[in-house]
């Protein structure tokens, strides 16, 4: 188990340096000069070029891309031209927020999707798989972004049952101390009422919205492989055994069909990163997304290749996760 | 002999009265049967039509008895085994009839009280062991599950009772064998493991549905060879499905020839290879020497009726070479040859 984890681990260096490699590259070829964003557009040719010197911009780009990498291996990823801040502080400092969306997010679609899937299979062609082929459809199929607005116009304008987009907490509420970085569970830990009222309220839109557009791919990977499992020669001698339903349902059949919703739970996680942006921009949620949205707007190399690089890295750990997971759940790729 | 209409087209429940065919069956061997089917109808019902796939049955296993239940893909054995345990999925549905289990109609029972049947007092195995198995459970999970719902033993009693239920089957080692997983079983240790399970409550009757065609032939003898000592050492009846005349023969006490759903003969073992008198039995037991002796693979001339057209008549007339006007419009009916012998043949006394 430890030489597997070491190895996959050893595995993400490779990864990383392709990954670097074809950031480095499409950056540069994206249309958009830094430039224009470190200096006044009155300023001189002379002063652009001596900046432009300074930054290093104007070496070969093999020059640039060996600095950069020699710097990542020191924890260097750059300063940002935007907020003149260490990348991998800026990165670090928006991390919390956004998984704590996430996880939440995430919780949120499992927790409804799974059961719901299971329930259309065990009852398909009934009223209840109709919905949720319904509600998956339009999971699916509505932007997320459009979801997010209507969703703050029914319950923040009409009904006023949530506050308006906020952030993680309302402005005049103090956020608690920090133990995980999670706002709500720091809230629940340190007793902090007000603030566990707020950062509540502040993450249920958010968060929903994002569950909404997950649970659809959950909730259909779930009914595909609960029916295949249903149907399995394995399940029909459970019940010949005399086994109970809720054992032939729920131990022997749902043991085998969450396998493949486990791997769907990692490539929805990763296409949740992907919409983040645009909900924690509608929210004014203070992520990673908001962050890489205000970096490809403004040509923020370092900022730009320090967030791919650590997605990408957040991506291969999560799929090792769930590789762990696999070993443990299924006895045929224990090694 | 009385002609009784083909099948009962005229849809929804087609409960007939126990009628004068039962009565014409011979009396069963004294009263030890620990089975009996009684026009046993079962139909597959679809959006736009429905196909009766059982037309009747009759069948009898008695107390330590094998029947073999013989016929072409189709004819209606696994649908006979399931509705046994209740077991038949839609779009299947038990039309009519009666099957008496220890007193009880076993199409009568409610769900909870099948369930507490299937698995203790009637077991059944499968065609293929392997899958049979859930990957996910090591033997010993599933074994000690089984004991724990219809024993009620638990902890190091159940598994006890699993490493001597794993040994009674002929598993070296059964220590080891408890803690594999079906992946790590070879397909003949998996339909031991499996005939284990369906021993775990010593049942009265085992429902065998093709136990060795998915298994090397060494491996299906020995299967063949467990199956035997279980009705010795423990008086297991058993009802095995097979389209293998080979296991027949090695196996069984008696056997009910099936076809498109219904009957066709019933005899003990050596009646139907001696003597058989349906010329459909004929013919399968003629395709058979033929395929011994030239190698190839032969078969009776024709195809499997279309269930959706059961052909009015004897459902093997349009195969039959000796099939004369009144196998065309009649159905007939189930003829005693002798005592234990039985034929479902218009002509099988000018044939004989």
């Known amino acids: 188990m430890i030489a597997f984890i070491t190895r996959r681990l050893l595995l993400l260096v490779p990864v990383l340096l392709g990954v670097t490699v074809v950031t480095f590259t499409l950056t540069r070829i994206i249309p958009g000069n830094p430039i224009d964003l470190m200096v006044s557009p009155l300023a001189s040719a002379e002063t652009r070029e001596r900046i432009a010197e300074n930054a290093g911009l104007n070496d070969p780009l093999w020059v640039q891309y060996f600095r950069y990498i020699g710097g990542v291996t020191r924890g260097d990823f750059g300063d940002s031209f935007v907020t003149d801040q260490p990348v991998l502080a800026d990165l670090t400092s928006r991390f919390m927020p956004t998984f704590e969306l996430t996880l939440f997010a995430m919780l949120l679609a499992v927790i409804l999707a799974v059961p719901l899937g299971i329930a259309s299979a065990v009852w398909r062609g009934t009223w209840i798989d109709h919905v949720s082929r319904l509600l998956a459809v339009f999971g699916v199929a509505m932007p997320v972004f459009w979801v997010s607005l209507v969703a703050i116009y029914v319950f923040f304008f009409l009904l006023n049952w949530l506050p308006a987009p906020q952030g993680r907490i309302g402005v005049i509420i103090t956020p608690p101390a920090t133990i995980t970085g999670l706002y709500t569970v720091d809230a629940l830990l340190t007793g902090d009422w007000k603030a566990l009222r707020s950062s509540v309220q502040s993450i249920v839109l958010p968060a929903s919205v994002l569950a909404f557009a997950a649970m659809a791919p959950l909730a259909r990977m779930t009914r595909a492989s609960m029916i295949e499992a249903l149907d399995a020669d394995y399940t029909r001698a459970a019940r010949a055994l005399g086994l109970s339903e809720r054992s032939v349902v729920f131990r022997h059949a749902l043991r085998n069909a969450i396998l493949p919703v486990i791997t769907m739970i990692a490539i929805v996680y990763g296409y949740l990163l992907g919409g983040v942006v645009l909900v924690e921009n509608v929210f004014a949620w203070p992520g990673l997304g908001r962050y890489v949205y205000n970096a490809i707007a403004s040509s923020d190399y370092p900022a730009l290749q320090g967030f791919i690089l650590y997605s990408t890295t957040a991506y291969v750990l999560l799929f090792l996760l769930v590789d762990i997971l696999y070993v443990i759940l299924d006895p045929r790729v224990r090694i | ?352």
Request: proline fraction near 7%; aromatic fraction near 4%.
């Open chain 2, 1 to 352: 002999m009385r002609a009784v209409p083909a099948t009962g087209h005229g849809g929804g429940r087609a409960s007939l009265e126990p009628d004068i065919a039962v009565l014409d069956q011979d009396p069963p061997a004294g009263g030890t049967d620990v089975l009996r089917i009684n026009d046993l109808r079962v139909e597959f019902r679809f959006p736009r039509y429905s196909v009766e796939v059982l037309a009747g049955i009759d069948l009898s296993v008695g107390s330590g008895e094998i029947v073999g239940i013989v016929g072409e893909s189709g004819s209606g054995k696994s649908v006979t085994a399931l509705s046994i345990v209740g077991l038949l999925q839609r779009p299947g549905f038990v039309t009519g009839g009666r099957i008496d289990f220890a007193g009880t109609d076993l199409l009568e029972v409610g769900a909870d009280e099948m369930r507490a049947i299937r698995g203790n007092r009637i077991s059944m195995i499968f065609q293929n062991p392997r899958a049979s198995l859930n990957p996910v459970f090591s033997v010993g999970k599933v074994l000690r599950e089984v004991l724990r719902v219809h024993s009620g033993l638990r902890g190091g009693a159940a598994t006890a009772r699993a490493v001597e239920l794993l040994a009674d089957v002929g598993l070296f080692d059964p220590n080891a064998v408890l803690r594999r997983y079906p992946h790590q079983l070879s397909g003949g240790m998996a339909q031991r493991v499996m005939i284990a399970l369906a021993l775990a409550s010593s049942p009265q009757l085992l429902l065998a549905d093709e136990p060795t065609t998915a298994l090397d032939v060494t491996i299906q003898y020995q299967i063949i060879q467990l199956l035997s000592r279980l009705r010795q050492e423990r008086n297991l009846a058993q009802i095995v499905i097979t389209h293998n005349l080979g296991v027949i023969a090695e196996l069984c006490d008696r056997v009910a020839v099936m076809y498109a759903g219904t009957i066709l003969e019933e005899a003990p073992v050596e009646r139907i290879f001696d003597a058989p008198r349906h010329p459909y039995t004929q013919g399968l037991l003629a395709a058979r020497a033929r395929t011994e002796l030239t190698g190839r693979l032969e078969s009776i001339p024709g195809q499997v009726p279309d269930m959706r057209n059961r052909p009015p008549g004897c459902p093997f007339s349009p195969r039959c070479p000796h099939a004369g006007d009144v196998c065309r419009t009649a159905n007939p009916a189930m003829e005693a040859v002798e005592p234990r012998h039985r034929v479902a043949c218009h002509r099988w006394t000018e044939l004989a």
